[in-house]
Nanobody
């Protein structure tokens, strides 16, 4: 069973940066062929897509984070990262890492199969 463990969240002031990490285990296929994505959920709101990365190396971002967040991955270590710069109070949420049981998927927005427990990011004004 695939397990995802996020880390790197915390309490920061507006304008600061954070780097989230997500470690995958139990991946029996080639990790580099999987989609990886970050989602977030704020209190009282639905979970929303933040950023994603395909096996081809293509990336996509929510409009609200474009130019501020960057997704990257280290396939050898089975890690995916989310570098978050210029954080805003509206970025406050629990951030989740997600991946797929299918390989070679190009559509970043299709449903994901595996989720981590999340890491909390709180941005004060």
């Amino acid at each position: 069973q695939v397990q995802l463990v996020e880390s790197g969240g915390g309490l920061v002031q507006a304008g600061a940066s954070l780097r989230l990490s997500c470690a995958a285990s139990g991946v029996t296929d080639d990790y580099s062929l999987l989609r990886m994505a970050w989602f977030r959920q704020a209190p009282g709101k639905e979970r929303e897509f933040v950023a994603g990365s395909t096996w081809r190396g293509a990336t996509d971002y929510a409009d609200s984070v474009k130019g501020r967040f960057t997704i990257s991955r280290d396939n050898a270590k089975k890690m995916v990262y989310l570098q978050m710069n210029s954080l805003k109070p509206e970025d406050t949420a629990r951030y989740y890492c997600a991946t797929d049981r299918r390989l070679y998927v190009d559509n970043i927005l299709l449903p994901y199969d595996f989720w981590g427990q999340g890491t909390q990011v709180t941005v004060s004004s």
